[in-house]
């Protein structure tokens, strides 16, 4: 042995504890490095330029739920891959990769808890699992959900993240676009709100259904919200389209939503939302 190998294994090092990796977080809007632990107090909201990250489920219903005390209602069981898709690579491989990156079973998960002292079911969408795209199983989740709260005679709210119809399954996710507006039908024929927080990014089908059907439609800020894409808009009109125009502020201005409303106020809002809508039920509660 070396001499160097010998001052070298005589050396103790002492095991890596942190590392800029996990101190910092960089803001993906403005760049600007802030302290992870900053980050994460602020409910993942950058206290610099007010940037809202995406979040999943587990952060949703953290910050949704009362004393973040909540739990979490079966995924369905659909039929996996019912066209037999295949491109560059097979959708059960998709799905596998998803579920392994997510822990979920699809892209959409429902709960059950309390916002501000009342009963309610929430899902929310991930798009961390194939852009949050809407199949069977989303479709079926939503169902669920809402046949949940009626079950409950409590609010459904949805958090909506998604860029789409999942294409791997064609048809089949288009028809969850009647399916779950049957069941908000069903909510509304219950008496119970139907209660929609559209968060970046919510567009294609998603948009074109549950999305924009709520008794009342929120956003945070920043909030990417459409159908198509501005490209492909400005290519079929031939007219270039206002800055921000499918942000969640322009969507505001214009009436297509009710409110904007911050990450940190959202559970006092939604709270005092369910209070003013349902004051009999909740009171019996």
């Not at 995924?75 to 997510?102: G, N, S």
């Not at 007219?239 to 904007?260: C, N, S, T």
């Amino acid at each position: 042995m070396s001499w160097l190998s010998r001052v070298r294994n005589g050396i103790p090092f002492l095991p890596k504890r942190q590392t800029t990796d996990n101190l910092w977080h960089k803001c993906a809007k403005c760049g600007t490095m802030v302290f992870l632990q900053e980050w994460e107090d602020n409910l993942r909201v950058c206290p610099r330029c007010d940037f809202h990250d995406r979040i999943g489920p587990k952060h949703r219903f953290q910050y949704l739920f009362d004393d973040g005390d909540y739990g979490v209602l079966p995924a369905p069981e659909v039929r996996e891959d019912p066209l037999r898709f295949r491109a560059k690579e097979r959708y059960t491989e998709k799905l596998k990769e998803a579920r392994a990156k997510t822990g979920e079973r699809d892209a959409l998960l429902n709960a059950r808890g309390r916002v501000g002292g009342h009963r309610v079911i929430a899902g929310v969408q991930d798009f961390r699992f194939m852009g949050g795209s809407m199949g069977i199983a989303v479709g079926t989740a939503f169902i669920n959900g809402a046949r949940a709260a009626i079950e409950d005679r409590a609010p459904y709210l949805i958090f909506t993240a998604s860029g789409g119809a999942r294409m791997q399954e064609a048809i089949l996710s288009l028809m969850q676009l009647p399916r779950t507006t049957v069941a908000i039908s069903e909510l509304k024929e219950a008496g119970l709100p139907y209660i929609v927080i559209l968060t970046d990014p919510t567009t294609g089908g998603v948009t074109a259904s549950y999305a924009m059907l709520g008794d009342v439609q929120i956003a945070e800020p920043g909030a990417l919200i459409g159908f198509a894409g501005q490209r492909v808009i400005e290519q079929t009109i031939r007219e270039k389209l206002p800055e921000g125009f499918q942000r969640a502020e322009y969507l505001l201005e214009h009436g297509m939503i009710d409110m904007v409303v911050p990450r940190h106020q959202l559970k006092d809002v939604i709270g005092r939302l369910i209070g003013y809508l349902m004051p009999e039920e909740q009171a019996a509660a």
